[in-house]
């Protein structure tokens, strides 16, 4: 029996050290004070539920990139204890301890974080892992940033419970200032025909209720697939080849790049691609954040390049 | 008496091959995007006749999209069905597939290794996206075959059984899913979503040049499984009863294991393993043309193809303009149809 | 190919042959044309391997198979082995079922090219068979249906559609009763004859073969002991040497003797 035991044996050598490898990363002691003030309110959050929170919160976690983005751009980043490994921006929050990941949030880290306002959003995380968050004890505030009203309507949330409430009404009035002013720009022009490429395969295209649609329609632009109720179906070649749209666009995605549409089968006979009006934009234009408005800009720039210059 | 002759065997080919084609008749009409019969007689008829298409959306659908896809599947399910078959009389078991020896996870390993990385390694765009997919599918597929072979074939040496080529062949399958499913969640989120489709089956992904290599070798390799079909009669009855009969039997389980390995592999690499069709069909051909190979490989190749792309051209009009990918079908309608034979034959096969 | 009677048609030289031990060590037959050949020894003497052996389905580590006329077994391929003998095995398996003329009929499988089909010769020579093993009736039962002992007679009916030189029967007589044991060896042994097979028969009942046999080969520890008529080798010493028992050995009025253990 001596070989299956030394497999046995280099098996839970290599399970041990697979485990000592993955350390998790040390959670800072932030000095002045712990749980902020004594002074709380109750807060309704993005999908209705009543929440208790400390008016001046000291140790904010985000989970999902988008609440990032906002808690610094309303100023509130030196609070915030801890983020997700995809929480890229801007380059401060890099430093900042991980927590997780948008499905799995590392429940023994952040029972141990014991921050005082955790903040989550309905684009990227499970709900079930959230609720279970709450469930513990946690304070648990959840964003809905469904569409380009929710996402105004995020910011001022993030911004009231982080107490920079100021920062986060003036961010939501700039973003409204700039949306309107690109509208102004297209006004007059017929909307473009576009196929949005959500992913290419399998072929996955944005629904009805999807932000995107919300976007595109910023840019001047209406999506052929906006008519299908479920969020992300999967989207027929033929479907596109009947509907003709004028442009494509995606988003680029640095894992699975867009192939060469016009060596592809099908794809080679639209006229959007022979015409070559394929966009692709920075993913900054799917972040239910913010920073969306730049990507609604440089989508709405690249199509209508004579009405910004 | 009924034995067998050229002229049933031609008959029984013919009858299906008729059936096919209207399979295929439907299969056009049906879709997303509905083409009505007598256009899409039309348009070929002109493209036959060598006169230029007027590039209006049917067309395009019609010849680049929905044609091909036709042929994909037919040519999918038929290698499945007939290297099941194959597989079937070769290790004497009712419930070996094509997919038993390790073919399907070892393309999927191959799969799930392209998608980690392939970004890294510089596959962007152009021809490279379009063939090293199936390419590396083929190649975990192949890999696969030679290490079960390496393990196993020992007992291809004639009377000793498949077992251990069936145990090698379920071992290291099982091995190589657990490395899948470690590779599996080291993987982003949304690479995820692609090698799901994958692994369940799915002919939505455009047909280009490879089809080429794929119909060469499936066809070849089913002439390659008609000259061994009367071997395989007699190794069904057992090897010794084989070597007595005059069957050169480890030459023919090695050929026979090589050929239907290397059409599922390649098959495999363009559509992902899609399930039941390599079990059921050969079953149901059983059981309407009897169990002489000579005249049920040909039959279970064209029904195979028949049963594929009547699957397939459902999963992609059920839910218009959404699509299933066509091993939900098969799976949906494969696993009552089993229960369904099996009750019916008394539980014998 | 005519034979005359008496001619070596299949000879083993100096057989030997290794599993993990040594099952068959120095073995030598001769099988003469139209003369039944029995061979009798006690379990685990190695009968099955030698049976193998005679048929080339296993290589022997030494010593040769030689077929008159053809040559050593080892430069035949299996098709025309096939065609010259033909083995009667102790069980055989049906995968998918089929019906009983089908399964007689693969017999004639090393008569067919590769992608040939049977013809009517092929069916008459099948049901001939089957009429020969008493199976007509069953012709078109499935195979599944049959007793034990009909499918033995069913695995002979095959054999008997090669239409091969040599027979070998492996145990055939396991499964029959008695009345079916004799008629299956007076079969054999008038097909024997008629055809001018060379026959080896290997069997437990000794009587039987003594009765039908004309030449007995006695198997011990994979080797054969001794070889020749009946009258020559079925004796009380042989017998109490291979079984470790006494046997009365007592002559018949035909010439044939009666073997019977002598149980104290």
Known sequence: MARPAS???????????????????PVPEISGGTNGGGDTRVYTDGIGRQVTLPKHPLRIVSLAPSVTEVISLVGADERLIGVTTHCDWPESVRTKPKLGDLINPNYELLLTAKPDLVIASTAGNDRTAVLKLADLGLPVFVTAPRSVDKILETVTQIGRITDCAAQGDALASRMKARLDDIERRLAGLAPLRAFFITWFDPLLAPGKETFENDVLRLAGVASISADIDQFYPRYSLEQVLARDPDVIITVNHESAPLPDLSRLAGWQKLRAVREKRIYILNEVFQHPSPRFVDGVEELARKLHPERFQ | MNRLSRTRIIGTSLSLLALWILAALVS???????????????????????????????????????????????????????????????????????????????????TIVYSIFAASLGFTAGASFLYARPAAAFLGAALTVAAVYAVGGGSMRAGEGSQRLLLAGIVLASFISSINVFLLTSTNQADLRGIFYWLIGDLSRPVDASILVVTIVVLAGFAVLYLFSHSLNLIAMGETSALILGVEVARVKAGVYLVASLMTGAVVSVGGPIAYIGLICPHLARMLFGSDNRILLPAVFVFGAIFTLLADTLARSLFSPTELPVGVITALCGAPLFIYLLHRRGGKV | MTRCRGEIILEAQGLEFSYANPVIRDFSLTLPAGMVTGMIGPNGSGKTTALRLLDGILRPAAGTVIFTGAGPLLHL?????????????????????????????????????????????????????????????????????LSGGEKQRLLLARALAQESEVLLVDELTANLDISFQIELMRLIARITRERNLATLVVSHEINLLATFADNVALMEAGIILAQGTVAEVVNRANLKHLFGLDFTVRMLSDGKPEVLPVIN
């Open chain 1, 7 to 25: 497999y046995l044996l280099t098996f839970l050598h290599l399970l041990i050290c697979f485990s000592c490898a993955t350390k998790p990363s």
């Open chain 3, 77 to 145: 391929r299996r098709r025309e082995i096939a065609r010259r003998i033909a083995m009667v095995p102790q069980n055989g398996t049906v995968y998918f079922d089929q019906t009983v003329f089908h399964f007689a009929m693969q017999g004639r499988s090393p008569h067919l090219s590769l992608l040939g089909f049977e013809s009517e010769l092929d069916e008459e020579v099948t049901l001939r068979a089957l009429e020969m093993t008493q199976l007509t009736r069953y012709m078109d039962a499935p195979v599944s249906t």
């Open chain 2, 28 to 110: 056009i009409n049906v879709g997303s995007v509905r083409i009505p019969l007598l256009t899409s007689l039309r348009l070929v008829k002109s493209r036959l006749l060598g006169e230029a298409l007027d590039g209006s959306p049917l067309a395009v659908i019609l010849f680049s999209v929905r044609l091909p896809r036709i042929f994909l599947a037919s040519l999918v399910g038929a290698a499945l069905a007939a290297a099941g078959a194959a597989f079937q009389s070769l290790l004497r078991n009712p419930l070996a597939d094509p997919y038993v020896l390790g073919v399907s996870t070892g393309a999927s390993m191959g």
